[in-house]
């Protein structure tokens, strides 16, 4: 069964930087795609930062471009996300999200329904 495991969130002052992590186990790693999406308090869950389709440009929401980062680290199976320049609008639970590679597609990237695997969600608060 896979399993994502994040780490990394915290309260953090406004301008400071983060880098949440994003473990996977029981699968392997080049068979799934991991995206990063986030929640705001009352809100709907958004993708912040996703693979390119086909080997493609990744992608950042509008919010994220230039400020935010995702690499992958393969040989120990890890997804991180850098998030520079945080603004209190940042504040979420964020997410990591798996989808199998084989399914990964222009019709299925970046909607949250279309990724079966996701991790626990860590919180990140930005203050002022």
């Known amino acids: 069964q896979v399993h994502l495991l994040e780490s990394g969130g915290g309260l953090v002052q406004a301008g400071g930087s983060l880098r949440l992590s994003c473990k996977l186990s029981?699968?392997?790693?080049?068979?799934?795609?991991i995206d990063w999406f986030r929640q705001p308090a009352g809100k709907l869950r958004e993708v912040v930062a996703a693979h390119g389709w086909d080997g493609g440009d990744a992608y950042y929401s509008e919010s994220a471009e230039g400020r935010f980062t995702f690499f992958n680290d393969t040989p120990n199976d890890t997804v991180y996300l850098q998030m520079n320049s945080l603004r209190l609008e940042d504040t979420a639970v964020y997410f990591c999200?798996?989808?199998?590679?084989?399914?990964?597609?222009?019709?299925?990237?970046?909607?949250?329904?279309?990724?079966?695997?996701w991790g626990q969600g860590t919180q990140v608060t930005v203050s002022s």
């Open positions: 029981g699968g392997t790693f080049g068979e799934y795609v």
């Open positions: 999200a798996a989808q199998e590679i084989t399914r990964y597609s222009p019709f299925t990237a970046r909607d949250p329904f279309a990724y079966h695997y």
